[in-house]
């Protein structure tokens, strides 16, 4: 528009239509963009495509890319990805690792005679325009912000989840029993909400699907065309099954009713790794704990307090948890670890989508699945936190 409708008052009705226009024309922009979802479809990758590594790396030279995937336009890309670096260019067209191949077919043929369809500009636009939406500013931050946007340096991250505050206390005195006894009761705290849960976690995903493919000194291990690990058959059999067993009991037992709508399930596929640590991770974490208690337990006066703890004696016990055990108190603080104000929306996305179940269920599910929890809190038959033996999945049983 000329520079006169934008600064002289009698052309206000020009300058609002202007805006009107420039409205109508995103709201055209938006739509077009999943006017048809089902092309999206085939590009977003099934999570399971990205845990056995011998599959994941495919090795090809540039002149069988161009063609294999002659719509991409591989060296124009090559050399544009790499022009900062010298020498790089000619070094990648002799080996260029795709992780997913499907992908770049389902690429190549979407650009099949379409490379000029303005819907895939547009969509690059909107991923750039959410992208920097930090850097811009104002209600683009607000808007990327609100739709929960993860930026693409965030995704997939492998930072640190989870930090642990240890308890602190001024507790003084070991000549008076009460205080020395009281300090004993705590010994749990480091297993359970501590670090001791939590390092479980974190090493068993050493020998989950997906560590278990990597050997000793990280390298992947044993690979053969179609998978690699240093698991022999009957040692994968057997994982298999015990993977399965999780699937099955999460898909089914792991729902979470919401108001007004039927119960929505997790996915025990989707989250079966980090079910695995969190079932195996809690359970070590008990066992050092036991170990601990038993140790202890043989010195005279260590003995004395768990003689207290556990009988009527329950000035020995927390104030207002008199109730409770301190095996039972383990228990009790690794759940409180868990415990979240979710909202309705969040927890049917995280259902849908997430790697991990919903919270409640990282902390029920897996105590249901391991006996020591049912023997310390002596859950019976038919109780809401009891499964039979045979219904418990043995996850790494190996303490």
């Excluded at 002149?63 to 050399?79: A, S």
């Excluded at 043989?298 to 703890?309: G, P, S, W």
Aim: proline share 5%; aromatic share 12%.
């Amino acid at each position: 528009m000329p520079r006169e409708f934008y600064v002289l008052p009698q052309f206000n009705n020009e300058l609002e239509a202007r805006v009107t226009a420039i409205k109508s024309m995103l709201s055209v922009f938006a739509d077009e963009i999943l006017n048809q979802p089902s092309r999206y479809w085939a590009m977003i990758s099934d999570p399971r495509c990205f845990s056995n590594h011998a599959r994941m790396y495919n090795s090809y030279d540039l002149n069988l890319l161009e063609k294999m995937y002659p719509n991409i336009g591989w060296k124009r890309y090559i050399d544009s990805l790499l022009s900062s670096v010298e020498g790089a260019s000619a070094a990648a067209t002799k080996h260029v690792i795709l992780v997913q191949p499907s992908y770049f077919g389902f690429l190549n043929t979407l650009f099949d005679g379409n490379i000029g369809d303005p819907s895939f500009v547009n969509f690059m636009i909107i991923q750039l325009l959410f992208e920097e939406a930090d850097f811009l500013g104002g209600k683009y931050a607000k808007i990327a912000d609100k739709a929960n946007y993860v930026h693409y340096i965030r995704r997939n991250g492998r930072g640190v989840n989870r930090v642990s505050q240890p308890l602190s206390t001024a507790i003084n005195g070991d000549s008076d029993p009460t205080v020395y006894c009281m300090r004993q009761i705590m010994d749990y705290m480091p297993f359970g909400p501590g670090l001791g849960a939590t390092l479980g976690h974190e090493l068993v995903h050493l020998i989950d699907d997906q560590g278990a493919q990597f050997g000793p000194k990280g390298r992947l291990s044993k690979c053969t065309w179609y998978r690699c690990g240093w698991m022999d058959d009957s040692t994968r059999e057997s994982f298999s099954a015990m993977n399965q067993c999780l699937v099955s009991q999460y898909s089914t037992e792991c729902c979470c009713p919401m108001k007004n709508e039927s119960n929505y399930c997790a996915s025990g596929m989707n989250s079966q790794a980090e079910n695995v640590a969190d079932i195996a991770g809690v359970q070590a974490a008990q066992h050092a704990y036991l170990q601990l208690v038993q140790q202890l337990g043989k010195e005279e006066k260590r003995a004395y307090c768990f003689t207290l703890i556990n009988t009527d004696h329950i000035a020995f016990r927390l104030p207002g948890l008199e109730r409770y055990s301190p095996e039972q108190l383990f228990w009790i603080s690794y759940g409180n670890t868990m415990c979240v104000k979710q909202s309705a929306s969040d927890l049917r996305k995280k259902i849908a989508i997430s790697s991990y179940a919903p919270n409640s269920c990282r902390t029920n599910q897996a105590a249901k699945n391991i006996p020591e929890f049912a023997r310390q809190f002596e859950c019976r038959a038919k109780q809401k936190m009891y499964l039979e033996p045979d219904q418990r999945c043995k996850v790494l049983i190996g303490f």
